[in-house]
Each structure stands twice: as C-alpha cells, then as structure tokens.
C-alpha cells in the first residue's frame, strides 16, 4: 500500500531533550516535506527536499533540521527542543517538485514539550 | 505577496442539503488549486485538483470545485451533505511558475454535518 510513514505518532519530552521523528514514504517520491499545524494558523512549511541531499528551508525552520541521505527518509530533528514546539506535525511527499502533482499525508505526530 | 483565504472558519448544514466551502487566492496568473479534506486524527487527503485543465473540477466523495479566474475563486461544492463529510477542509494553491516548495495553505474550513 502506497504511504507516508511518521513515528512516533504521540510523544511527550521536556525541553532540550533532542529527539527526532522519523518519515518514510514507499512510493520513489522525489519530493518530500514537514509541516506543522497549529490551530487558527493552519499548516505551515518547515523544511522541504527537493531530492536526496538537497534540502531548503520552509517558512518557519528555526530550532528545526532535516537531512535526506535516502530517497524514502526524510527525518525532523528537533536538537533542543521548547515549548513552542508542541504542535502537530506532518510529513508529506510527491512525485516531482512539479505544482501539478498532489501531495500525500503522513498521519502525523502530535508532539509536547513540557 | 500570494496568499489563499478560505472565508469561513466553520460551516454547519443538515445531512441531504448542499455543501458549499469558499475559497479565493491572489495570483497574477493562473495557479494551481487543490482542496485537501483532514479527518480527526488523519493526515490530509487530496479531494480534487485544479492545474488549468478544465475549469470544473470533479474529486472524490461527489465533491467539485470550479475554477473561476474572473473572481479568483475556487470554491468547493457538494449537492447533497453526508454525515462522513465531517472534516476540515483545506484549500491550497501554487503560484503560477512555482513549485511544491511554494505551496501556500488556506486556515481551513471546518464543516459540520447534523442528522
């Protein structure tokens, strides 16, 4: 079954506890990007690749990393993370870079930081 | 500097009666258009596209949007509501010229089915 792969689903950690949220889609997507949702400010971009190794920044990437050694993986790094961070987060991915194509949803990972 | 706006937070109808979720964009040219539905606990879902084909767009679920340029508009319709409708609805566009990494989100539409 085609699909965007997010882990963990749930977690809470404390502040400065590096933690990092896993993303693997099945589908040879060159495309793939993390957004977080937060209620009122609907889904904002924090990274995005355009294929492996090739990495930019979205609209709100600061206390954010990512890396895209893999074609599948794209993995959220939060090296120290805050409060301001809780959110729920979403990884996405599509075939090309193109604005034709639709983008695929990963469930999400709602994160706490206390 | 583009921007999508989706008019109404929240839209309530009775299960039967037609669904209608507005959205309008500014672009100086023709982008590309998509409405994404959310369920509780779910990743979004692409109900239907708009990437200057033909301006009446048929999706998934009996959903349509149409593509109006002289109104900047691309509004979700449905004739007849049902209960699994119940999401939030997202309309998302592309800016003429851009990419993936320019995808530009409306807040969302919440919609709410009664028996």
């Known amino acids: 079954e085609a699909q965007v792969t997010q882990n963990p689903r749930y977690l809470i950690t404390v502040t400065g506890k590096k933690l990092t949220v896993t993303c693997s889609q099945n589908?040879?997507?060159?495309?793939m990007s993390w957004y977080r949702q937060d209620p009122g400010l609907g889904l904002r971009q924090i990274y995005y690749s355009m294929n492996v190794e090739v990495t930019d920044k979205g609209d709100v990437p600061e206390g954010y990393k990512v890396s895209r050694k893999e074609k599948r993986n794209f993995p959220l790094i939060l090296e120290s993370p805050s409060p301001n961070q809780t959110s729920l987060y979403f990884c996405a991915s599509s075939y090309t870079r193109n604005s034709n194509q639709p983008q695929h949803f990963g469930d999400g990972t709602r994160l706490s930081i206390l | 500097a583009q921007s999508v706006t989706q008019l109404d937070s929240h839209v309530s109808v009775s299960e039967g009666t037609p669904v209608l979720l507005r959205c309008n964009y500014s672009?100086?040219?023709?982008?590309?258009l998509f409405w994404y539905v959310q369920h509780p606990n779910k990743g979004l879902q692409l109900l239907l596209k708009y990437t200057s084909a033909a301006t009446l767009v048929k999706g998934i679920n009996g959903f349509e949007a149409e593509f109006k340029k002289s109104e900047t508009s691309f509004h979700l319709t449905k004739p007849s509501a049902h209960m699994s409708d119940a999401a939030e609805y997202f309309c998302?566009?592309?800016?003429?010229?851009?990419?993936?990494?320019?995808?530009?989100f409306g807040k969302g539409t919440k919609l709410s089915v009664k028996p």
């Open positions: 998302v566009v592309i800016p003429y010229g851009g990419s993936q990494g320019n995808l530009i």
């Open positions: 672009s100086s040219y023709s982008p590309s």
């Open positions: 589908m040879n997507h060159e495309y």
